[in-house]
Structure formats: structure tokens, C-alpha cells
């Protein structure tokens, strides 16, 4: 099903960790908004799964979530934040609205 996205999407590529109850694996966060991100990982998951992100926004702004995994397309995987805290939530849009600005602030 395809349906149309609210959200900006802004495509990044940063370092980061996931952590699956007793396992973790690095992963590469490869685009956000501010419901979600699309990561590449080698983890195995499945859809519904409730997993640990963290990577840095910046390199003064991390960002630690609980994640569900909305989609798995290996070695891609979707996912949803899962009540991101009111200081994350600032932190993530701050940096999208920065992005963009940067992308396209002359338009």
C-alpha cells in the first residue's frame, strides 16, 4: 500500500547501535523524520519488534529511543520511535528543520 507522507524524510548516514534484548549490532541510520528512521543493519528483526536505537544527531546531540520495527527489508529496516522524550523530540526536530534549511533555504 502506498501512502502519502506528512513528514519530511531527511537522508543522513550515521554510525550507530541497535540493542535487541541480549544482542546488539551496529548499525548506519540512513534517513529520519520525526516519527521514525530507515537503518541498515545485519540484526535479524521482525516487524512489531521493540529494539534499543542510539546514534548521535550531531556530534553534541545524541539520540537514545525505543524503536518498532514497521518494516524489514534486509539489510534495511523501518521503524517508529516509541515515546521519544520531550527533549529528544526538540533535538530531532531542531536538526531535521536545520537540514532542510541547509538543503533548501534558497528556494
Known amino acids: 500500500?502506498?501512502?502519502?507522507?506528512?513528514l519530511y524524510r531527511v537522508s543522513i548516514d550515521r554510525p550507530g547501535?541497535?540493542?535487541q534484548?541480549?544482542?546488539?549490532?551496529p548499525?548506519?541510520?540512513v534517513?529520519?523524520?520525526q516519527e521514525g528512521v530507515r537503518l541498515e543493519t545485519t540484526l535479524t528483526v521482525q516487524v512489531g519488534e521493540l529494539l534499543w536505537l542510539s546514534f548521535d544527531l550531531t556530534p553534541d546531540t545524541p539520540l537514545r529511543a525505543e524503536v518498532e520495527v514497521v518494516d524489514v527489508s534486509m539489510p534495511y529496516v523501518g521503524a517508529r520511535f516509541i515515546d521519544l522524550s520531550p527533549a529528544n523530540k526538540q533535538s530531532l526536530s531542531?536538526?531535521?528543520e536545520d537540514v532542510l534549511d541547509i538543503n533548501f533555504g534558497g528556494m
Open 1 to 6: 500500500m502506498n501512502r502519502h507522507r506528512a
Open 27 to 29: 548499525c548506519r541510520v
Open 94 to 96: 531542531t536538526f531535521i
Open 31 to 33: 534517513n529520519l523524520t
Open 17 to 19: 547501535k541497535l540493542s
Open 21 to 25: 534484548k541480549k544482542n546488539e549490532a
